[in-house]
């Protein structure tokens, strides 16, 4: 047995962005000597500095965030072999992109089948949506990872839960009602669209204020028209409530520097992930 390991990062590292996976897991830990922490992610848009993000949209095989997808598959029963699952929908709008799944979850939702339900398995990768007359009309294979397996089979019409990585397709906190997804990170350096690089979840970061934070004053995720973090004084609104924006949500983290104004930028220590 082993303790997972951070991947070592220098102030230079966490400023580079990079065209390639580099063989890392979307979601992957990395840490610098002075207790900042950062997870490995891919960009959806260009990022600009001290912004936080959001995954695009967590959800299953589809359009809309976290619906779900109906097999049609024969009865699957697992082996030791059993490696990959094909998964198909009879949704005339929903088309995989290859491995958009990578490093996510597949969930056994609902199933017949005994001791099926509630099964979870980290995916490696999925093929890109395609039409069959086997697996009519759009499926996609998903791949397990290789240390992971489902115990159980599941049935014809079982529900199939397939959520992307968190840290897939990120993209820069928009503000508003609309918010819908959490914050996940902060991008300390600008970021093009479809570029890996490190988000920052932990310790002292430079993040763009909404109000004014004043020091010591926890931080929460904007509800209103900005993207940046704001003090709790500022979301009084029912809708923040109704909506489970910052009121519901924790803290993202708390003001480490001098007050600072709308807008601007402020050091705030992030509690997102250590």
Not at 50 to 73: F, K, R, S, V
Not at 84 to 105: F, P, Q
Not at 189 to 207: H, K, L, M, R, S
Request: contains cysteine; glycine residues 10%.
């Amino acid at each position: 047995m082993s303790f997972i390991q951070y991947v070592e990062l220098d102030s230079k590292d966490v400023k580079t962005t990079f065209t390639s996976k580099l063989g890392r897991a979307l979601g992957t830990m990395g840490a610098t000597r002075d207790g900042r922490r950062f997870a490995w992610a891919l960009a959806g848009e260009a990022l600009t500095t001290g912004i936080p993000i959001t995954p695009a949209a967590l959800g299953g095989l589809g359009t809309t965030a976290l619906t779900n997808i109906n097999t049609t598959i024969d009865t699957w029963e697992p082996s030791s072999t059993s490696r990959s699952i094909v998964l198909s929908t009879t949704w005339s709008t929903w088309g995989a992109i290859k491995d958009e799944y990578a490093d996510g979850w597949l969930v056994v939702e609902e199933s017949t089948h005994a001791y099926a339900r509630g099964q979870s398995v980290r995916v490696k990768s999925n093929t890109a949506g395609s039409t069959s007359t086997t697996d009519s009309p759009l499926h996609t294979v998903i791949t397990f990872a290789d240390d992971d397996y489902l115990k159980a089979g599941v049935n014809t019409g079982a529900t199939i839960q397939v959520v992307p990585n968190e840290y897939f397709d990120v993209i820069e906190n928009d503000g508003g009602d609309s918010t819908t997804m959490p914050i996940v990170g902060v991008a300390i350096c600008e970021v093009a669209d479809n570029a890996y690089f490190w988000a920052q979840t932990w310790g002292p970061c430079a993040v763009q204020n909404e109000g004014t934070l004043v020091l010591g004053e926890n931080a929460y995720q904007s509800t209103d028209a900005l993207q940046g973090l704001a003090p709790l004084s500022l979301s009084t609104a029912a809708t923040d409530v109704a909506n489970y924006k910052v009121v519901v949500r924790p803290a993202i983290g708390w003001c480490l520097g001098p007050s600072s104004g709308d807008t601007d930028m402020g050091l705030v220590f992030l509690t997102i992930r250590p």
